[in-house]
């Protein structure tokens, strides 16, 4: 009887797979850390357009027919979320940004947690400030840096705090 010489042994198999279960268990934690960081930059990549939105909102006076006394729009930050306000005299949130669940982001504020920007961006003037972003669960940061004229810039990399 011939034996078939084409096919692979139990042996060669199991070999195969348990070198497929070990790359898979070095390259999972990487994959985690990778998405965890991506996570928070694109969580601050969302609070710097918003900071931005609300200057060019202000800017261009962008108000609607039931804000009577309009000055301009505000950007209040908390702890774990962000709201977008427009002021009137009865202040309208126009959206708040809360991050994912589980996300473990938080926000820290230099100075004051409230930015105002006046309508058609006269007389801007805010406190030179650092908003941090940090995700606990990594134990890294990430900074926006804000003018004392509005300018938001975003640190280039993640730093550990």
């Known amino acids: ?43 601050a990549k969302k609070l710097a357009s918003t900071i931005e939105l609300a200057k060019k909102k202000a800017v261009a006076s962008e108000t609607n027919e039931s804000c009577a006394n309009f000055n301009g729009f505000q950007v209040a930050i908390n702890a774990n979320e962000y709201s977008l306000i427009r002021l009137c005299d009865d202040n309208q949130t126009v959206s708040t940004y809360q991050f994912p669940v589980n996300s473990n982001i938080s926000i820290t504020v230099g100075a004051g947690n409230i930015l105002n920007f006046p309508p058609a961006g006269f007389g801007i003037n805010l406190t030179t400030n650092t908003i941090t972003l940090k995700n606990s669960s990594i134990n890294q940061c990430i900074n926006i840096f804000l003018s004392s004229i509005g300018i938001v810039d975003i640190s280039a990399s993640l730093t550990g705090c």
């Open 1 to 43: 009887m011939e034996r078939n010489k084409f096919g692979f042994t139990l042996i060669e198999l199991l070999v195969v797979i348990i070198i497929i279960i070990i790359f898979a268990g070095l390259t999972l934690p990487s994959y985690n850390l990778q998405t965890r960081q991506l996570t928070l930059k694109n969580e």
